[in-house]
């Protein structure tokens, strides 16, 4: 009941003028837009619109910091009406919510950026609740970064006519201490107005140093979550592009060894479908802390998709990179799980290992592909095991 509690509290957040934040929800079907207007309202002031047309013009007159859409919708789909909003409501989070069909189309949706995260059909009220939490927790980081970004200007406003009054000041001493020379009393007041000038000049100095502090603690949290995958604490698959990108760069550059693993949980639908997708989520953070704690700190975790991993092993060979996917598949093949109805779980693991140089690894496409067809001959023979790519 705490947890119901908790997950209620960070929902409703205190971010709009009236108190609340604002979500728009569109859908055609009125059945779901009531739906998810009930599992979201407390805390939440709810925006409704039947089409994207009908969105477009709320979103002129309403204050709304997220939009949660469905894909399939009769005229603009939920894509289009999302990557319209990606260049004029840029700070608003966006939620697709699609069936399994279109899983493609929202996956690419989030890779250009239209999208921030994506809910399929049957989709699940808690699931719902924690996304909104985090896109909303991601749109107050938004606004408090805009927020100290303005203060900073300002406070540099502040210096800078500081500065100017203080040489203004300063000149006026000068000239004041030349013409009345013999008038101390006139020439100690002066001081002290300088001294008192320079004491605000300092505050304001410290002042802006703490802004700074801010401003750079949030421009770090911001530049994390960019790259990083929500649930598990992985990078994300854009970023993996990157990372990926380069290590092949630097291992054609020095001839160097690299491998990949490509990680994916045996029967993972079974595990949503039987015990629901909390648990689910419990099953992933877990098997990425096990993956974690075999791998070594120069290697590169990845969220590759749903419940597939690609690990990027930078300078290593074939018999290490299978020594470390034998670590990761006895370590999850023998941990026990408790479902929510008290039953053990056991979660099993196939792993494909791929290596460069390999005469068929031209490019990074090449090469995520070798590992993952060796992941699918392990899926071929049987699951709960390890196949590496042939030379």
């Known amino acids: 009941m705490e947890q119901v509690d908790d997950l209620q509290k960070r929902l409703s957040g205190d971010r709009g003028r009236d108190g609340q934040h604002h979500i728009l929800i ?8 009531d739906l998810l207007a009930a599992s979201l309202r407390r805390g939440n002031k709810i925006f409704k619109a039947s089409t994207a047309e009908q969105a477009l013009e709320l979103m002129q007159t309403k204050e709304i910091h997220l939009v949660i859409t469905d894909q399939k919708m009769p005229g603009m789909k939920g894509t289009e009406l999302l990557a319209i909003l990606q260049e004029s409501h840029p700070y608003v989070g966006r939620i697709l919510v699609t069936g399994f069909g279109d899983l493609e189309v929202a996956i ?3 890779n250009r950026g239209k999208v ?10 808690d699931d719902i609740k924690q996304m909104v939490i985090e896109e909303l927790e991601r749109y107050d980081l938004l606004v408090s970064h805009r927020r100290l970004t303005a203060d900073l200007i300002q406070k540099n406003d502040e210096l800078q006519h500081a500065n100017e009054q203080l040489a203004l000041q300063k000149a006026e001493i000068q000239n004041l201490a030349d013409e009345y020379l013999q008038q101390r009393e006139l020439a100690i007041e002066m001081s002290e107005k300088f001294a008192h000038a320079n004491l605000e000049l300092i505050n304001a100095q410290e002042e802006i140093n703490q802004k700074n502090l801010k401003l750079e603690a949030a421009n770090k949290k911001l530049a994390q979550l960019s790259i990083t995958d929500g649930l598990t604490g992985f990078y994300n698959h854009r970023h993996m592009n990157t990372v990926l990108d380069s290590e092949i760069g630097r291992a054609k550059r020095y001839r160097l060894f690299l491998s990949l693993l490509m990680v994916d949980l045996d029967n993972f639908k079974e595990i949503n479908d039987t015990y629901g997708h909390l648990f689910g989520d419990t099953v992933l953070r877990t098997a990425t802390e096990i993956i974690r704690r ?16 690609l690990v990027i092993l930078p300078h290593t060979g074939i018999d290490r990179a299978s020594f470390l996917a034998k670590r990761i598949h006895f370590d999850l093949r023998n941990y026990v799980f408790y479902a929510p109805n008290g ?5 099993s693991v196939s792993i494909g290992i791929a290596f460069f ?9 090449s090469l995520i592909a070798l590992a993952d067809q060796a992941m699918y001959d392990a899926k071929q023979q049987g699951r709960d095991r390890i196949v590496v790519i042939s030379p």
């Open 294 to 309: 075999n791998i070594r700190e120069t290697d590169l975790p990845t969220r590759y998709g749903g419940d597939e991993f």
């Open 26 to 33: 569109v859908d055609d079907e009125e059945e779901n837009l």
């Open 357 to 365: 140089p390999h005469a068929k690894a031209k490019d990074r496409e």
């Open 108 to 110: 690419d949706a989030i």
């Open 116 to 125: 921030h995260r994506f809910a399929t059909k049957p989709w699940d009220p």
């Open 343 to 347: 039953n053990k779980v056991k979660q």
